[in-house]
């Protein structure tokens, strides 16, 4: 038997946008009965960048697409128990792993922002016995590559204004980049008051976040080495964690070689080599690891065969890569469904 798990549990949209298919899921959960004061083990990853994941008797959090909504994103971690409702943006999860299934970058203003926020809630669940993991999405893989069709304005403005701050910044990196989530508003808030910002200077405002962005985003660029510290799967304890879903063949290609070689490409580690190309088999193509969405049609779209046959499929690729269920973001569930089980 193998299940797969869809971001199912919606949270109110907010202006900034509505399209944003955030949800947070509890997907294992057996540390609440753990009434003896015996500590948990300790958490053990394998795979640069993650992608084995030893998380004993830990909860096990999912979050879906963020889109660059960093309120969303805020009220999808305080309902699921992670993050402090005093807008300290403080961990609460304690040992909880939590997971971030990709596509926080497009369609909002607050990209950097939220990216900023994970990684110094990282920082502090692993000083309580927890960690926060993220996984590339489609929309990661697309900025990397240098395609901004989905980019808000508000988002090329971020840009702009998160590369002032590092240039101006004399903090090591790691400080500086957590501490975004922190002055991004008001950076925000200065840049809208500015008279020349509705003026006739704007285009030229538009231009530089654009090259901003990608400065920031190229592949060996400041983000897309921040983005190259994530996998496009993961594995904790018997679940796998992708954006748009797993497949027998990419089993068989290895877990570990399609991370790493995402991870090298945003690095810029093979910029000379023009052999080196985009790694496709996670990244590019409908039933690439990234934008695959066989597991994520909704139930009645599909017909009694086609579903026997999609079960068939993820049941195999979960043997093949020895888990028990799947989680995926990726496409908006219109189904309320928190877990749909697959299996023979």
Same mark, same amino acid.
């Given at each position: 038997?193998?299940?797969l798990?869809l971001?199912?549990? @919606?949270?109110p949209p907010?202006?900034?946008?509505?399209?944003?298919?955030s949800?947070?899921?509890?997907? &294992?959960?057996?540390n609440?009965?753990?009434?003896?004061?015996? /500590?948990?083990?300790p958490?053990v990853?394998?795979g640069d960048p @993650?992608?084995?994941?030893?998380?004993p008797g830990?909860?096990?959090?999912?979050?879906?697409?963020? &889109?660059g909504?960093?309120?969303?994103?805020?009220?999808?971690?305080?309902?699921? !128990?992670?993050?402090?409702?005093?807008?300290?943006?403080l961990w609460?999860g304690g040992?909880t792993?939590?997971?971030q299934l990709?596509?926080?970058?497009?369609r909002?203003?607050?990209?950097?922002?939220i990216l900023?926020?994970?990684?110094?809630?990282d920082r502090?669940a692993?000083?309580k !016995?927890?960690?926060?993991?993220?996984?590339?999405?489609?929309h990661e893989?697309?900025?990397?590559e240098?395609?901004?069709?989905?980019?808000?304005?508000? =988002?090329?403005?971020?840009?702009?204004d998160?590369?002032?701050?590092?240039?101006?910044?004399e =903090?090591?990196?790691?400080?500086?980049?957590t501490?975004w989530v922190d002055?991004?508003?008001?950076?925000?808030?200065d840049?809208?008051?500015s008279k020349?910002?509705? !003026?006739?200077?704007?285009?030229?405002?538009?231009?530089k976040g654009?090259i901003?962005?990608?400065?920031?985003?190229? @592949?060996g660029?400041?983000?897309?080495?921040?983005l190259?510290?994530?996998?496009?799967?993961?594995?904790?304890?018997?679940?796998?964690?992708?954006?748009? !879903?797993?497949? @027998?063949?990419?089993?068989a290609y290895?877990?570990e070689r399609?991370?790493?070689?995402?991870?090298?490409?945003m690095r810029g580690?093979?910029?000379d080599?023009?052999?080196?190309k985009? /790694?496709?088999?996670a990244?590019? =193509?409908?039933?690439?690891?990234?934008?695959?969405?066989?597991?994520?049609?909704?139930? /009645?779209?599909l017909?009694?065969?086609?579903a026997?046959?999609?079960?068939?499929?993820?049941?195999?690729?979960?043997?093949?890569? =020895?888990?028990?269920?799947?989680?995926?973001g990726h496409? /908006?569930?219109?189904?309320?469904?928190?877990?749909?089980?697959?299996g023979?």
């Amino acid at each position: 038997m193998a299940s797969l798990c869809l971001n199912s549990l @919606p949270v109110p949209p907010t202006s900034l946008s509505s399209s944003s298919s955030s949800s947070s899921l509890l997907l &294992h959960n057996n540390n609440n009965n753990n009434n003896n004061l015996s /500590p948990l083990k300790p958490i053990v990853v394998s795979g640069d960048p @993650p992608t084995f994941v030893s998380a004993p008797g830990r909860r096990i959090l999912a979050v879906g697409d963020l &889109h660059g909504d960093l309120k969303q994103a805020r009220s999808a971690l305080e309902m699921a !128990g992670v993050l402090s409702s005093d807008g300290r943006d403080l961990w609460t999860g304690g040992e909880t792993v939590l997971v971030q299934l990709g596509d926080i970058l497009d369609r909002g203003e607050d990209e950097i922002a939220i990216l900023s926020m994970l990684r110094s809630l990282d920082r502090q669940a692993k000083e309580k !016995g927890g960690a926060v993991f993220q996984v590339n999405g489609n929309h990661e893989t697309m900025n990397v590559e240098g395609d901004y069709r989905y980019v808000e304005s508000g =988002g090329f403005d971020e840009c702009n204004d998160f590369l002032e701050y590092i240039n101006g910044s004399e =903090g090591d990196w790691e400080e500086t980049f957590t501490s975004w989530v922190d002055v991004s508003k008001r950076w925000k808030e200065d840049r809208t008051m500015s008279k020349s910002y509705w !003026g006739p200077w704007n285009l030229l405002k538009r231009q530089k976040g654009v090259i901003a962005r990608s400065i920031l985003f190229r @592949p060996g660029g400041l983000l897309a080495r921040e983005l190259a510290r994530h996998a496009v799967v993961l594995k904790v304890n018997d679940w796998v964690f992708c954006h748009g !879903g797993l497949l @027998p063949h990419h089993v068989a290609y290895g877990l570990e070689r399609m991370n790493k070689e995402v991870s090298e490409w945003m690095r810029g580690q093979h910029e000379d080599d023009n052999t080196h190309k985009m /790694p496709f088999i996670a990244t590019r =193509g409908y039933d690439s690891v990234v934008w695959n969405r066989l597991y994520s049609r909704d139930t /009645p779209d599909l017909v009694d065969y086609q579903a026997k046959q999609v079960c068939s499929i993820l049941d195999e690729t979960m043997q093949a890569v =020895g888990a028990k269920a799947m989680v995926v973001g990726h496409t /908006p569930q219109t189904i309320v469904n928190t877990i749909v089980a697959y299996g023979a």
